[in-house]
């Protein structure tokens, strides 16, 4: 309902007046021609950081390189910007007191039986995605997003979340991610000198646990985030 | 032209034509896909400027960076767009006011 | 030489809020006593982690055992341990003043705790972090935190003001992230010393630093791009602009004085007079402007734009000698303290006289003399009158710029000190004449009365411990004063 009264605001959307137009354009053109500039004077190839990657491969626990920077060289990055999806749905449930659910059908007979046939296949293929993580293209990013869009199906055809499903069981599902995360960080602390430092005969198993944990955190969170608000809290005053 | 270097250079211009739609249209909602244009310019950039390797092989550390960037894009993105319709809840329209009251 | 794992005291400065956000989110119903405690506990480590460093040279913590260029490194020195000091004790009054201003609304608070906590983890990350690319992720993470408070009020002025802060805050983000896949593609490494060791002046490092600084300049609200923050600091609940005057600007400039000081100080030559010239114009028109308004939050949001004019005006100074920065860090760290128990009782006040029309503020003073004290108290640092640690920055300003002959930027100084008098002295008028009509009003709980009086206290004791304060300043030498190399 609110996405139709937009899409019709959007039509008739206030634009700048040209003279405003044609300044900001100036600027913007100006400040593209100077970073073309500076990218065109950039050498063709360059000293690079990969060699020394390359070098502690071998401790990373896993054989993608995209991987190793994500979950083992940077994870720290990775565990902060977990943290930014998860602050993403606190803040968009601080905000909305609404109930925000789409608008659904009951499925019909096809829709049906498609997705008894993909929601199935869409996790095995996550399952998939997320192991191959290791050695290809892929990971707990990928495969989250894969697991969304099973989850984002399931709540257009009219199905709803659990009752059963606690609130609390709900919040603890969206926290996981970061806090196994955080907890595999801490654990380190006691065998070893560095926080998120992985000893590499362990390093594989434990960048998969957190891997995992972090594909079903993440896609809880993402769609929590598609539903765009907070689910109804039976009980609860707000 | 090398194509690391078309890469790289399509991106600023992503990059800039976002920042000029983030500047000249009033609708939130344009605003907030400028901004992800924008977001989309400089992860080409990143993308681009990877392959510059003498072994032909990508840059993984901009790979990850990119990663990054997309998890906090889509993140700010879904906080944007309610914060939008909470707007437009309580104002009536989904624009900024232009001056405010004070 | 403390091991090089002395810098877990810092490690524990991020992993405690982010927990504590993690915890409070889970269980609402002890969220308060949680969050205290959390509070609490970060101040414990932040003064362990203060007295670490003013005794030994603390050395990098390299998160994941590998180190830079690989891995991204912790590093804290005089600079940053101040702006962690900062948020720490500012944070521990917001943390205590908060769940009695929300009393009335549980369901703003149980979400106030995780915002509040990511924020602060934000801020304690942000201030350790030498790795330009995960000080990205710190300030989206700042951002959103930020934004998801400033919108909690709820109010049309509330949510419109958070909408604006959002989308500048993501502009200066992408500003600044352009600016970091530029260095890093020309220098290969992301860390700040092994950019200050690589950066040489080329047309990709000026391309970066005008990226990063407009990035950063709009985040930290310099005139004339201020335009978004009176609005969203204004209209936010009490303790949450308390929040964002005190400490969430202070972070974006925090990274701009951190990329000039260690990165860019080949490429700035003539910057810093221009960014004087509108740290100058800041201090006047935010003052100007806040004396005008007709509401008390807007008079303050509008003095925080003032205030942060004079961190810029120090570029010029600090050129021609680097002990102007110290006078720049004292000055933020007054203004947190100041800025912050102002608006904590401009909250009070508006809370008891259930709106914040400055002309409307009959006696005050009978019914709230401790909030009206603090308000004073604060406004003694922000106009920088001795002993307030505002007059000791101020000072050390004026000192470089009388012994220099710099005599405009001197003026300036001077003359907004006046200003601000005006619109500090405008209010207290106001809380002590009559006015005619009455109005309805509400208790206010004591423990919010003196939270406010006692970060005003502080912001005056500040300037009594000059002594010590600029000796933390010194750890490791943040502003080159002692190896006598100038900064830029």
Known sequence: MQIKVLSQKMEEDTIASWPIRLTVGGIVLMIAVGLLYAIWSLSPDYAELKWTLAASMHESGVSHPVTAVLMNFRGYDTLLEMGVLLLAVMGTWSLTPIKAAPETHPPGLVQDGLLRLLIPLITLVAGYVLWAGAYAPGGAFQAGALLTAAGILLLLSDWQLPASLLPWLLRLLLVSGVAVFIGAALSMLWLNTYLLAYPPQWAGSIILLIELCATVSISAILVALFLGGRPDEPGSTI | MSSTFF??????????????????????????????????????????????????????????MIITGIVVAVAATALALVLMLQVQHTTGQAVLPEKQKY | MLSSTALIWGVALILLPLSGALLTFLFRAVATPIGICVALAINLCTVRLAWLISTQEVPRYPLGGWGAPLGIDLYVDGLSMTLLIMSAVVGLAISCYAPSYFRSARHKLIYFWPLWLFLWTALNALFLSADIFNLYVTLELLSLAAVALAALAGSADALTGAMRYLLVSLLGSLCYLLGVALLYHAYATVDIALLAERVVASPITSAAFGLMMAGLLLKTALFPLHFWLPPAHASAAAPVSALLSALVVKASYYLLLRLWLEVFGNVNVGIDVILGVFGAAAVLWGSLQALRQSRLKLLIAYSTVAQLGYLFVVFPLAAVNANAWQGALYLALSHAFAKAAMFLAAGNMLLFCGHDRIIDLDRVVQRLPLSLSAFALAGVSIIGLPPSGGFIGKWLLLEVAVAHALWGWAVVIVVGGILAAAYVFRVVGHAFTPAKNTHEVHAVPAVMEWVALVLATSSILLGLSAAQTLMLFEVGDPFRILSGEAPS
Do not use: C, E, Q, W
Request: proline fraction near 3%; aromatic fraction near 8%.
């Open chain 2, 7 to 64: 890469f790289a250079l399509a991106g600023i211009g992503l990059f800039v034509l976002g920042l000029y739609g983030l500047i000249i249209y009033a609708h939130l909602l344009r605003k907030i896909l400028a901004i992800n244009i924008m977001g989309s310019g400089v992860f080409l950039v990143l993308a681009g400027l990877a392959h510059r390797l003498p072994d032909g092989t990508a840059d993984p550390i901009s790979h990850a």
